[in-house]
Every structure is written in C-alpha cells, then in structure tokens.
C-alpha cells in the first residue's frame, strides 16, 4: 500500500474546502478529485463531497475509511454534540415505540453502529444480552467502559452481517446508521441473515422527500438520504414486513430539524 504524503493530502482537502465554501463548484469537485488520487482510500470523505454538491456519480455508501477517522475523531466528544447540540433522540423514540406497541423484552440484540453506548443504553432493561458492533475502536473502547454490552467487536456492519455465526438475534437495530449508506441491500439482508424468524429490525433513516425517482442522494451534509419508497420496497424484497414507519426529526442541523423516520420491521416467519 502506497504511504499517503500527509502533507499534500491536507493541502489538497483544505484547498477543495475553500472552494466549496467560496461556492467555485468545478474547481472543488477537481480539488476534491486530486484529494482522491492522493488517498484512494478516502479518509476525509472527497468521494461524499463531490456527490453532495450534486456532481459525480453517488457512491453506494460512504467511504469505511471516512467513516473510522470521523468517529475515532469525535468519540471523546461524540454524546456531548450528539445529544446537547443537535438535540439527537432516536435511542429514546425507540424505546418508546417499543413500549407503546408492547414489543419485548428481547432475548438476544445486535446494535449496529453502536457508538458510545446511548442506543444499548437505553433499551439495556429489555433485552438480555447485547452485541455491539461499530467501526470506531475509539467509540467502542468508550462503549467498553460503560459496562452495557455482552460482547463488542470494532467492525464494519455489512461485513459484519456477512461473517457473523453467532446465535441469531431477536432484535436488530440500526440507529444512524443509514446517514453513511447509500445502497440498503447489503444491510438488509445480512440483518435478515442474523435474525431468527419474527424478529425486529428497528432503525432510522433521514428523509429523501423529492426524489424523482432516486432511491438515496448524498445531502448538503454529507449524510445520504433515503426516498421512503426504497425502504419499503427493499424491506419487502428482503423479507420484512412493516410493523410501522413513524415521521421523527433525526437531530437538528445548523438550526433546522433533519426529517427523518423510524422503521420498524419484523423478518417473515
């Protein structure tokens, strides 16, 4: 693997930056590209970039790399700006969906995209054993220290979905973990994979609402969005029956409510 000239990469990143701030559309999307060829791997999200500024084409998820640099960056401060400064509670409307349904308790849950803890931490009492998986060893150390999961593994999801023979689980949830995934199928049907017949997956998603037609776009904040039409439609095609889909805000951005909805779906028996 070809060692990446720090230097020039955050030249580069900084100089695409500028451009898109300044609004110089073209000449970001070409700064943003030599970003790319300096680090194919993508740790500072170019590819995202390019695509939230309408160009390119959208890429079926956001970069690994991108992702694990992002929250190993933000984990010491993750809770704090999450929930105090973007006023983020789809832990809470989970487990109040759960209540009001009278769903539960569960034996065994898988948390995607665990982060720090805040969704195993809230639904701790209604299940017996808890499996974290997220791809920030930073989060998952923060994770480890509070004491809420069984087992905890730093992982990517899908890859995780598609390797995993543990016992199967009876709840699956996903909360912001469809802000860095484009294409849904992989995780769909890896959580399929993983679950035993009747379980739920419960997740959320920020809302794509003209969308001409296109299943998911990357949006002004690098996070993809998703038409609810493609979510219904992989569900079904992955073996999901809807149990709800709930309008929520998903966290405020820059002063605004991020529409989103929580889905939760139970696997065919």
């Known amino acids: ?40 791997e993508d740790h500072g999200g170019a590819a995202v970039r390019i695509a939230a500024m309408g160009r ?14 992002l929250f190993d960056q933000h984990a010491e401060s993750f809770e704090d700006i999450l929930v105090e400064q973007l006023g983020y509670a789809v832990p809470v409307i989970v487990r109040q969906r759960l209540q009001a349904l009278k769903l539960g308790p569960f034996k065994r ?17 209604m299940a017996d054993d808890i499996t974290g998986i997220d791809i920030s060893e930073n989060m998952v150390e923060i994770a480890h220290e509070k ?21 199967p689980f009876d709840l699956v949830t996903a909360t912001d973990v469809l802000p860095y995934l484009g294409a849904l199928e992989p995780l769909f049907f890896g959580a399929a994979e993983n ?26 904040n690098q996070r993809f ?22 309008g929520i805000n998903v966290r405020m951005q820059d002063g605004n409510p991020s529409p989103g909805h929580l889905v939760i779906a139970r696997l065919k028996g």
């Open 1 to 40: 693997m070809k060692k990446i000239d720090e230097e020039a990469l955050a030249e580069a990143y900084n100089r695409a930056l500028a451009l898109e701030k300044a609004g110089d559309i073209d000449a970001a999307v070409k700064a943003y590209e030599q970003v790319l060829e300096l680090d194919p």
């Open 147 to 167: 004491d809420i999961y069984e087992t905890l593994y730093v992982a990517e999801a899908e890859d995780f979905l598609e390797d995993n023979d543990d016992e």
């Open 109 to 125: 849950m898988l948390d995607l995209g665990c982060g720090t803890g805040l969704t195993g931490g809230t639904l701790r009492d």
């Open 195 to 220: 679950m035993v017949p009747g379980g739920l997956f419960i997740f959320s998603s920020e809302t794509l609402s003209d969308s001409d037609g296109r299943p998911y776009i990357v949006g002004p």
């Open 56 to 69: 390119g084409e959208t890429p079926p998820k956001a970069p690994d790399a991108y992702v694990e640099t």
């Open 225 to 246: 969005l998703h038409s609810e039409a493609y979510i219904r439609s992989r569900l079904a095609e992955t073996g999901f029956d809807l149990v709800e889909i709930t």
